[in-house]
């Protein structure tokens, strides 16, 4: 089992839509959860970060997690074609310190 | 606010040979984490640096090493390359005991072995 997972999609969705993007963890103790976009060719950029069980928005940004289900997931809201990129979920386990990376999951928006 | 800085952003090695990458943190930063990307891939963790000392390792061969400089920049050295290791090798920098508010990456360096 991965440690963390994702779909690698791609993930269609028309401009204006929902995009929802998931991610499931095998560590128990992770405690700091983390959300990057990647677009290609290009280094990955924090976008949102998650702590505690429940929600978090940031603009059109929503970060959910259930440590109970081991899960988190990303709302992004009224998607655009700029949203297009590979959303990398992350997860630092406070045992190790390391944060890893899932394999990521491409996101394309289409006008 | 100076980023991350990796340097060289591009490089091209024969099998074989040996590579060194250079990474200076964010201003401020004290931790420095190296990863590797393949192409359609998650980064993967090859391990992380603080006071010089090498803290946490990902399943990284021995030919994988690096080194950590007083001014918390690093280095990341490749011996007896593979083709395997054509990638995107990625910094990220943090700061020691506030991990948990992520790390910020360089741009990386693309390294392609032929």
């Known amino acids: 089992q991965k440690e963390v997972e994702q779909n690698s999609g791609p993930l269609s969705v028309p401009e204006g839509a929902i995009a929802s993007l998931n991610c499931t963890y095998s560590?128990?103790?992770?405690?700091?959860f983390f959300w990057y976009r990647q677009y290609s060719g290009k280094s990955p950029e924090l976008i949102m970060s998650?702590?505690?069980?429940g929600d978090k928005e940031d603009g059109r940004f929503t970060a959910q997690l259930n440590k109970a289900s081991q899960y988190v997931s990303l709302l992004i809201r009224d998607s655009q074609p700029s949203d297009s990129a590979t959303y990398l979920c992350?997860?630092?386990?406070?045992?190790?310190?390391?944060?890893?990376f899932g394999q990521g999951t491409t996101l394309q928006v289409k006008p | 606010d100076a980023g991350v800085t990796q340097s060289p952003t591009h490089l091209i090695k024969t099998r074989g040979q040996q590579v060194t990458l250079r990474c200076s943190p964010k201003?401020?930063?004290?931790?420095v984490s190296w990863y590797q990307q393949a192409l359609g891939q998650g980064p993967q963790f090859i391990f992380q640096?603080?006071?010089?000392?090498?803290?946490q390792r990902g399943n990284f061969p021995d030919r994988f090493s690096g080194h950590q400089f007083p001014n918390y920049s690093s280095e990341l050295n490749v011996n007896a390359l593979l083709l395997g290791d054509s990638a995107l090798y990625l910094c990220?920098?943090?700061?020691?005991?506030?991990?948990?508010?992520?790390?910020?990456f360089g741009s990386g360096t693309r390294l392609t072995v032929v």
């Open positions: 990220a920098s943090s700061l020691a005991g506030l991990g948990s508010y992520g790390y910020t």
């Open positions: 992350a997860v630092r386990s406070s045992n190790t310190g390391k944060l890893i």
């Open positions: 640096y603080y006071e010089e000392e090498e803290r």
């Open positions: 201003s401020g930063h004290d931790t």
């Open positions: 998650i702590y505690s069980n």
């Open positions: 560590d128990r103790v992770s405690q700091s």
